[in-house]
Nanobody
Framework: VQLQASGGGLVQAGGPLRLSCAAS????????IAWFRQAPGKDREGVSC????????DYSWSVKGRFTISVDSAKNTAYLQADSLEPGDTATYYC??????????????????????WGQGTLVTVSS
């Protein structure tokens, strides 16, 4: 199983950015993809998650209303549309995957221990 995150870069405050997470190496159509981020000197923070089979989503309070997560099940690719970016959103963003399909892990939550596969990060820098 592999996860490839992309789309990071430098953006001005107030601007948008779309991150992508391409997942491969599995056949299940019932999975959860989540986004996390980690700013320098800070703990990793759960940002959002989505269930591929029913589209259920969850967001952290810090991004709710500004970020939108979606998934293209045909491509096994999740997207994180980040709007109204703030300097505080500057971080390395990681995507993670839960393939268990366990009902105990539903509804999805962007909590680290729920995810067994992790991709490399993509850096987002928001300038003021």
């Amino acid at each position: 199983v592999q996860l490839q995150a992309s789309g990071g870069g430098l953006v001005q405050a107030g601007g948008p950015l779309r991150l992508s997470c391409a997942a491969s190496g599995f056949t299940s159509d019932d999975y959860v993809i989540a986004w996390f981020r980690q700013a320098p000197g800070k703990d990793r923070e759960g940002v959002s998650c989505i269930v591929s089979s029913d589209g259920q989503t969850d967001y952290s309070w810090s991004v709710k209303g500004r970020f939108t997560i979606s998934v293209d099940s045909a491509k096994n690719t999740a997207y994180l549309q980040a709007d109204s970016l703030e300097p505080g959103d500057t971080a390395t963003y990681y995507c993670a995957l839960d393939l268990t399909g366990s009902s105990y892990l539903r509804p999805c939550r962007p909590i680290s221990w729920r995810y067994e596969y992790w991709g490399q990060g993509t850096l987002v820098t928001v300038s003021s």
